[in-house]
C-alpha cells in the first residue's frame, strides 16, 4: 500500500513538474523565438533563399559578401555567416525559402515541435520509458529551449539519428545507414556512428551510408554548385577538425579544444596571457584526451553481441562522445543528450538504482545549463566555469561502465580486433600531435607583423595604411563599420553596414549596405551617394576616376565612372560579364587587376595594361590582387593546401616571389605608399577568416 501511495505522489510530481515545463516553454520561449529572428536561422534561410533565386553562391562563406546579401534583404538581425555550416544543412530551409524570415521560422518552429511527436515515439519504443517522463526529459532541456529560440535544427538531427537507431535494432540496416548519411551531411559528427556498422561488419550498413552520402553530395552541388563544397571540404572543414572555424578562445563552449587554447596558446587580442603558453602541450593534450573519451566507445562495441540493450548503449555511447569531443559545442548541441539520459533513466528504474537517476539527473540539468564565462583571465581556475565538460564526462564514464559490465560472449577474433583497433587510434594520435605542433609553431611566426588595435574587433579586413594610420573594416555581432586607427571622424553611426571603401589624396569613399541595394557615398556627408548599386569602391592614385563593382544575382563586374566636364557622370564596363569579378585593384584605366572566375572554374588574376585585355595570369587559383602604386610590383594570395597565401609579382618579368608559408590565411592586400610594404589581414592563431591586420616589408 506505501508503494502504491509513493508511486501516486510520484505521478502527480511528475505531471506538475511537467505542467511547469510546458508553461514555461509556451509563455517565455516560444513567444520570445516567435517575434525574433534571433540568430542561426537567418544563416540557413539565407543560404536557401539564395539558391532558390539563381544566385551565384560560391563566396556565401565569406563573412562581408554573406553580409552584404542579408543587408539586401533586410532580415532583421545584426550579423550573419555560414562557417562552419555544411551547404546541405540549409537544404532544410528549402520548403521554406519563398517565405519572408520570419514567416519561414514560424513555420520551422511548427515543424520542430511537430517532431517532438515521433521523437517520443521512437525513445519509447526503445526504452520503454513512459510518455510522461520522455516528455519531462524534453521538456527539461534548456538546449532544446534554445534549438527552439534560435531556429537550428537539432531536434530534426535527434530525430534522425534515434530513427537510425530504431531501424538497426529492427534489422532495416540498410535504412540505418542512409538515415546516418543524412544527418552525417548536415553535421560532421555523426559520421562517427558509423564505426557501430564497422566494427559489426554490417557491410550492407556501411554501403547504404556510402550509396547515401555521395546522394547527398550531389545534391548539394547540383542545388549550390561544386566551388562551394568545395570550399566547405578544402578550407573549412580542416578549421573545423582542430577547433578553429569559430572564436577558439571562449571556455564557455567548454569543449577540450576551447579550454587548451585558452590555457596554453597566446594571440595578441583574443589571449595575449595564457597560463602557460606552450604549443607542445597543446598539440599533446588535444589528441591524447579526445581519443581517450572517444576510444572505450569504440573498443567495447561487440560484434557478436546482438541484443537490444548492447546495440542501445553502443549507440549513445558513440553519440555521447561525440558530442564530448566536439571542438565547438553551443548549448543547442546538447538537445541530443535528451537520447541517451532516457536510454539510462530507463536501464536504472529497471534495476532500482533510484539515487543513481537523481544523479543523472543533476547532471543532465548541468549539461544543459549555460555557465557565463569570466571576464578576465583567471588560469586553471577557469575549470570551475566549465562545468558541462566534466559532467558530459561523467555520463559517458557511466554508458562505459555499462557496457563494461554487460554479459559478455567469448570472442577469440576480439582481442585481435581491439589490438589493431589500440593501434590505429595510438597512430592517428602521433599524427595529429606532429601536424598541431608543425602549424602552431608555424601560425605563430606571423604574430611579429602584427599591428597594435586600439579597439580589436572579432574581424578587422581590408586594411589601408597611410604612415601610422590604419583604416580597415571591423566586424562584430551587432555588424560592421569603417574605423580608422585614432581618427573618430571615420566612424559612422549610421546602421547600415560599412562594407568597403577607398582613400584617396582628395577624398574618401565607402560602400553602405542597405534595404535592396549597396551605395558609395562620402562618410563625411552620408547622405550623398556617388554609386548607387555599387561595392567595393577603388580610386586611381590622382584620385579623379572611380572603379567599382556591380553585381548581379552574385556574379560582379568592374565598372568605371567618368566625370565629364559638363552633365551626370558616365559609366563604363571594364571586364565581360563572362568574367565574375572577385576583387579588383584599380590604378587607372589603362592599369588594373581583377580576380574573377569563368564558367565555374576556380578564380584567377587578369591583368590589364597597355594592351588594353583582361588576361589571365599563370598563377594558379589566385584572389585579392593590389598593384603597387608605382607600377612594378602586384601583391596576391594564392590558395596552397587549403589557406591563401601572400605572393608578388613582379611587373617587368612576371617572375613570383612567396611571401609567407603559413598554414593560415593572409588575404586582402593593399600597398603603402612606399610600393614596399604590404598591408593585409591574415587570421593566424584566431578563427577562420576572423582576421587581424599585419603589416609587412616585403621589397628590400
Known amino acids: 500500500m506505501g508503494i502504491l501511495w509513493d508511486q501516486r505522489i510520484l505521478s502527480w510530481i511528475e505531471r506538475a513538474a511537467l505542467l511547469v515545463a510546458i508553461a514555461f ?14 540568430t542561426d536561422f537567418p544563416n540557413y534561410y539565407l543560404m536557401a533563399r539564395l539558391a532558390h533565386e539563381g544566385y551565384d553562391t560560391s563566396r556565401v562563406y565569406e563573412w562581408i559578401w554573406v553580409q552584404r546579401e542579408k543587408d539586401h534583404r533586410s532580415l532583421d538581425i545584426p550579423a550573419v555567416g555560414m562557417v562552419p555550416l555544411t551547404p546541405f544543412s540549409t537544404l532544410a530551409m528549402w520548403p521554406l525559402r519563398a517565405l519572408p524570415a520570419l514567416a519561414a521560422k514560424h513555420a520551422w518552429i511548427i515543424a520542430n515541435l511537430a517532431l517532438l511527436v515521433p ?42 539519428i534515434v530513427a537510425a537507431c530504431w531501424c538497426y535494432l529492427r534489422s532495416h540496416c540498410v535504412l540505418s545507414g542512409a538515415l546516418i548519411a543524412v544527418a552525417a551531411a548536415c553535421k560532421i559528427f555523426p559520421v562517427l556512428l558509423v564505426l557501430i556498422f564497422v566494427r559489426r561488419r554490417d557491410w550492407r550498413a556501411i554501403m547504404s551510408f556510402a550509396v547515401t552520402g555521395i546522394g547527398t553530395a550531389a545534391l548539394s552541388i547540383t542545388v549550390f554548385g561544386w566551388r562551394v563544397n568545395r570550399t566547405y571540404l578544402h578550407q573549412i572543414l580542416p578549421w573545423a577538425l582542430h577547433g578553429e572555424a569559430m572564436p577558439p ?6 569543449s577540450i579544444s576551447g579550454l587548451l587554447h585558452y590555457l596554453l596558446l597566446s594571440e595578441p587580442q583574443w ?94 540539468q548541468g549539461i544543459g545549463f549555460p555557465v557565463p564565462a ?65 602549424r602552431e609553431q608555424a601560425v605563430r611566426k606571423e604574430y611579429a607583423y602584427r599591428v597594435s588595435l586600439e579597439t580589436p574587433f572579432l574581424l578587422n579586413g581590408d586594411p589601408v595604411g ?14 560592421y563599420r569603417l574605423v580608422t586607427a585614432g581618427d573618430t571622424t ?116 587578369y591583368l590589364t595594361d597597355h594592351s588594353h585585355e583582361n588576361t589571365p595570369l599563370a598563377l594558379g587559383e589566385s584572389r585579392f590582387p593590389a598593384l603597387s602604386p608605382d607600377g612594378h610590383w602586384m601583391a596576391y594570395s594564392h590558395l596552397d593546401n587549403g589557406v591563401w597565401n601572400l605572393w608578388i609579382r613582379e611587373g617587368n618579368t612576371g617572375a613570383t616571389h612567396r611571401v609567407a608559408d603559413v598554414p593560415c590565411n593572409q588575404i586582402e592586400p593593399s600597398w603603402e605608399a612606399d610600393s614596399t610594404t604590404l598591408d593585409y589581414a591574415n587570421d593566424c592563431g584566431r578563427s577562420l577568416w576572423f582576421t587581424a591586420i599585419a603589416r609587412r616589408r616585403v621589397i628590400p
Open 490 to 605: 571615420w566612424i559612422d553611426p549610421s546602421p547600415d553596414d560599412d562594407l568597403s571603401f577607398t582613400s584617396g589624396p582628395r577624398r574618401a569613399l565607402v560602400e553602405k549596405a542597405r534595404s535592396g541595394v549597396s551605395e558609395i557615398t562620402d562618410p563625411l556627408d552620408p547622405g550623398r551617394i556617388i554609386v548607387e548599386d555599387g561595392r567595393n569602391p577603388m580610386l586611381s592614385l590622382d584620385g579623379r576616376s572611380l572603379a567599382f563593382i556591380r553585381a548581379d544575382r552574385g556574379r560582379g563586374r568592374l565598372m568605371m565612372q567618368e566625370q565629364p566636364q559638363s552633365g551626370h557622370p558616365t559609366e563604363i564596363a571594364l571586364t565581360p560579364p563572362s568574367i565574375n569579378v572577385y576583387e579588383a585593384t584599380f590604378i587607372s584605366q589603362r592599369d588594373f587587376a581583377v580576380s574573377g572566375s569563368e564558367e565555374g572554374r576556380p578564380p584567377q588574376i
Open 374 to 438: 569570466p571576464g578576465r583571465q583567471i588560469g586553471p581556475a577557469i575549470l570551475l566555469f566549465t562545468p558541462r565538460l566534466f559532467l558530459m564526462a561523467a555520463v559517458l564514464a557511466s554508458i562505459y561502465l555499462l557496457l563494461w559490465r554487460n554479459p559478455r560472449v567469448p570472442d577469440s577474433a576480439a582481442n585481435w580486433s581491439h589490438y589493431a583497433w589500440a593501434s590505429f587510434m595510438g597512430l592517428a594520435v602521433l599524427l595529429s600531435t606532429l601536424s598541431s605542433f608543425r
Open 271 to 364: 589571449n595575449p596571457h595564457p597560463w602557460h603558453n606552450s604549443p607542445l602541450l597543446y598539440a599533446l593534450l588535444q589528441p591524447a584526451l579526445q581519443m581517450l573519451l572517444l576510444a572505450p566507445a569504440i573498443l567495447l562495441i561487440r560484434r557478436n553481441d546482438a541484443t537490444p540493450e548492447q546495440i542501445i548503449l553502443e549507440w549513445i555511447g558513440l553519440l555521447t562522445a561525440s558530442l564530448t569531443i566536439s571542438t565547438a559545442p553551443a548549448s543547442y548541441h546538447f538537445v541530443l543528450i535528451a537520447f541517451p539520459i532516457c536510454v539510462l533513466i530507463a536501464l536504472l528504474i529497471e534495476r532500482g538504482m533510484n539515487a543513481w537517476i537523481i544523479a543523472l539527473i543533476g547532471a543532465y
Open 249 to 254: 578562445y571562449i571556455p564557455s563552449a567548454a
Open 119 to 160: 521523437l517520443c515515439w521512437f525513445i519509447h519504443s526503445l526504452t520503454g520509458l513512459s510518455y510522461r517522463r520522455i516528455a519531462l526529459v524534453l521538456s527539461f532541456s534548456f538546449p532544446l529551449q534554445r534549438n527552439l529560440l534560435y531556429g537550428q535544427y537539432y531536434v530534426f538531427l535527434l530525430v534522425l
Open 25 to 38: 516553454l509556451g509563455l517565455h520561449t516560444l513567444p520570445r523565438a516567435w517575434t525574433k529572428l534571433n
Open 466 to 479: 597611410d604612415g601610422s594610420a590604419m583604416s580597415y573594416v571591423a566586424g562584430s555581432a551587432n555588424g
